[in-house]
């Protein structure tokens, strides 16, 4: 299993910047896809950007050109750096790990490991 712990949510202006930490521990999360979702009450949890040892998927189409995702060797820690916030990126932010065997996946569906969420709020 890999235990995640995210850190670092808060409030920023639209325009700003924030950055995002995830701790992962547990069972070789080198081993493993780590990626960020986030989502909003009433939608689904949506993919921001994901990362493996093996490469960098592409990351999603609303935070395109303004995040970008990175990860010690070990996998122990996780970051994604956002740029230019928008009100549209208010969400609770996720951790995630999964992807065992795969090169590299940011398919949440594949993701079996969670963790509790950041809360980011973007204000106008």
């Known amino acids: 299993q890999v235990q995640l712990k995210e850190s670092g949510g808060g409030s920023a202006q639209a325009g700003g910047s924030l950055i995002l930490h995830c701790r992962a521990s547990g069972d070789a999360p080198s081993r493993y896809s780590l990626g960020w979702f986030r989502q909003v009450p009433g939608k689904e949890r949506e993919r921001v950007a994901c990362?493996?040892?093996?490469?960098?998927?592409p990351v999603g189409d609303s935070v395109k050109g303004r995040v970008t995702i990175s990860a010690d060797n070990a996998g122990n820690t996780l970051t994604l750096q956002m740029n230019n916030l928008e009100p549209g990126d208010a969400a609770v932010y996720y951790c995630?790990?999964?992807?065992?065997?795969?090169?590299?996946?940011?398919?949440?569906?594949?993701?079996?490991?969670w963790g509790q969420g950041t809360q980011v709020t973007v204000s106008s």
């Open positions: 990362i493996s040892t093996r490469g960098v998927p």
């Open positions: 995630a790990a999964g992807g065992l065997g795969l090169s590299w996946t940011c398919d949440r569906v594949k993701y079996v490991y």
